[in-house]
Every structure is written in structure tokens, then in C-alpha cells.
């Protein structure tokens, strides 16, 4: 998809749709869609046999998006502007399944005017809710220490140092106002890429996105929520599409599925627990032919954990695997 009018046009057909509904089948009752973006998961659950969903997204361009097809499917669709933090907040009942389809969309990619594509121009915002400081107020006003802390532990930059202190410098001259301002000093830090290497500035832009979208505070949130809102047997699926937040959900799943006990030289003897989540998936990617029809979805992992009887609990979130920015912790080496 090229632009925003496309979109109605040229369905967005989500990442790892198909063995996300076969892991879940058969399909029915109540769902929520915590991304819900340009519909696809939220359509394909409701074909699939939903009785209703719940879509949920903090842009509230999406659901303008969603205005051409929403009427098909009458009080099986509800929309609700909100975080996918506050999830188990959106419905009366209990829920069957819960999707959350993490980071950001190629929707949002492929709009230059939302700022978060380094390959197209356009104005440095990267808010998914269109409000609060964007991603120019962060790059003009953070301190170069806190800076290349984003950059390293939300980008896994390790050039953080040296790019944070450029971005300070530049700013000195003319503060940050567009994509482009930024790439060109990020491109001036780091060697020209080889061939089949990714653009230098991916991981200072993923870096920044997160920061601005408090992403990680959010995921866990958001993980934590879906346990409190399914009921005995529903389904909470994740789709995730970098590493740091596919080691959270992981790590949240395997604490959560565990009885406790046991211990080791890494984590403490820990009181025994019914376990909340049975596990399905354990990070399934894309096939052949998804990676032929959408290459956007390599790195792409599914996870799916099956919700028991236990009552609702909290995952240790030290042990998480959260980056330290998140827990209130500050290590690693940069350069």
C-alpha cells in the first residue's frame, strides 16, 4: 500500500493472519482486537465465527479508515479509541480471545506525514494516538545521557553515544523538524551500509518510536490486562516483530504458565502457582509463501497461550527481560 486513500481499495491483510486463526480455532464469541489498525484481524476473526469484536487502537485515524466496511457486520463490530493497557476495561463479560498485533503498522509506515518512516519525509511526530510530545520534542529536549539510552536500550543501537551527541549538537543549530533532519545526522555517524544491510537509521528510529509510545510499558500492561479480562479456555495471541518484544511476551507466557518453585542461579525459588496460561504457540514465523506475498513479515512471531481457571495474577517483571529504561535501570555498553 502506497498511501492512506488506498487503503479501502487494497484490504492491509495482517501479518501471520492465517496460522494465528488456525491456532485459535474454532473461532467464537467475544474477542478483542487491541491493534486494531486496518481491520485485518479483526475481519478475519469476525469471518471466522466471532460472534462479536471489540476493535481497539489509540489512532484515531484508523477508525475514519474503517468507515467503508464497518456497516457489514453491523453490532458484531465495536470500536473503541483507546490503549490495548486498558483492555479488560472495554467489555461487561469475560472474553474468548484477545490479539494484539504489536509495533507499528506498515499503514503507519507508508504515511510520510505520520513521521515514522526514515525512507520518506515528513514531519517528526511518530505518536500512534496523534497526541502528547512526539518524537521532535523528544529529539530536541532529552538530555545527550538519556538520549543514547533510548537509542541503545529500546533501538539496540551501539553507536548510541555518538549519534545522541551528534543529534545534540545538530539541534544547537536548528532544531528537529522533519525525518530527513534527522537521518542525515544519524547516516553522518555510522558507515554506509553494505549491500542487504538495513538502513542506518533503523534502530535509532525503532528507538525513538518506542520511547515516544512508551511501547514497553504499554506491552506489559496490555499482557497483564488480557489476563484479567479472558475467561477459563480463551485465547490470548500475540504477534510480535523484533526481538526485545518477543523476549517479553515469551518470558511473560513462560512465568505465567509456570507453577513456580524450582529456581536457579538466575531467578529465586519462587511460591508455587496454578499457572494463568496454558502455552499453544511458542513463536511460530512466517512460511514460504507468506514471506513470498508480504517480505515486511520476516521477523515476524506468533505466541498463544491458553487462559486456565487460575485467578488473575502479575508476572515478576524483573524478570521480564524488559530493557532497563523500563525497570529504572541504566547499563550496557555504547559507544
Known sequence: MSDRDALPDAPHIPVLLRPLLRAVAPVSGIWLDGTFGAGGYTRGLLEAGADKVIGVDRDPAVFEMAESWRGQYGDRLELVEGTFSELDTYSDELLDGVVLDLGVSSMQLDQAERGFSFLRDGPLDMRMSQDGPSAADLVNETDEADLADILYQYGEE???RRIAKAIVEARKVQPFETTQQLVKVIERCLPRPKPGQSHPATRSFQGIRIAVNDEFGQLIEGLEAAERALKPGGLLA???????EDRVVK????ARSSTGGG?????PV???LDPAFEILVKGDGPDAEEL????RSRSARLRVGRRTQAPAGKADRSQLGLPALVTGEK???RR
Open 270 to 272: 519462587q511460591q508455587s
Open 263 to 267: 529456581g536457579s542461579r538466575y531467578a
Open 158 to 160: 551501539r553507536a548510541s
Open 292 to 295: 513470498a506475498e508480504n517480505p
Open 238 to 244: 500475540v504477534v510480535s516483530f523484533h526481538s526485545l
Open 251 to 254: 518470558r511473560f507466557f513462560a
Open 331 to 333: 547499563k550496557g555498553k
